[in-house]
């Protein structure tokens, strides 16, 4: 029998400012409505192209001893943009590779999208809270661990439209240690909201995520340009060393004081959104490769740097690749 399910969307953005609801409706042609199958991605499923936690290795080891402990799950605390993220992808990409103790082995990670949960379903005609749904989908789950990014919007009463405590329902399945979490915050929202609520933060192990220092951004940009290689079919031209040597530039242009205050991005997301637009600049122009002029368009159009500093940081760029601009006769004037 086919059921109607009216699914709430909400933009996480704009959960604090309104209350307008837009419904799209799915058929689940399942009496059972898994949430964990309809809104969640399994990080241990997922295919790595490399490693997605480069130079974190202390961070997933802290993890993995909270997620080992009785009754414990792990909350990942920092700055916006520094990689907490790819810290679980880090632990799913490990679990993949049996790269962690046995007590981990075969276990599942599901990451949650936090805007599916901040709402209701309705099934045959009974309102549900989605999150009471997978509290209930979780009790027959063995060997789970869930992870939900911006893990502050569950304790915040203004913007969770409920007064469910949902680290107390999350109890059942912590003590039997069939259930484990991983949470996500920023370092603002958990002074906010997640100090406030003792029930909730007695429940987790709280991990510091900080910066990656400049040579860790170094390896990471090393690390990860395969990937967008692989995903966009163009290759990145010139030697190992001559792209540390632009990857250093990248990083040292994007240090902290050059950084447009509260705006910007950290490290790496900052360095990697730069690479990121330069291998764009690439397939824009169906190029096969990505060359010293992309990177100094993106260089060139980088936003999140102070004016003054991106003037500084251009000419640089002018100087030190000098001769590579000259042996491939790219013309300055052009951007």
Partial sequence: MEKEIEVL???SSSIE?????????????NDNISILDNYGENLTEKKYLTDPAIGREKEIDQTILALISPEKGALLVGKPGIGKTAIVE??????QKEMVPKALKNWQIIKINITSLLGTTMAGGNTESRIE????ELKSKDQTILFIDEVHLLVNKATSNNNIDFANMLKPGLDRGTIKMIGATTTEEYETYILRDRAFLRRFQKIEVLESDPETVVKI???TYPKFETQLNVKLAYTDFQKET???FLVDMTSEYKRVYEIASRYPDICLTILANAFSYAVFENAKEVRIKHIYKAVTNAKNIYPDALKKEVAKFKDLFAEMLADEKVDLTEF
């Fill in 9 to 11: 969307n909400l933009d």
């Fill in 17 to 29: 400012k309104t209350e307008e609801k837009s419904i799209e409706t799915l058929n689940i042609s």
């Fill in 90 to 95: 880090g632990l799913g990409y490990r679990i």
């Fill in 133 to 136: 749904l997978l509290i209930q």
């Fill in 221 to 223: 940009l090393m690390g």
């Fill in 246 to 248: 632009i990857f250093k």
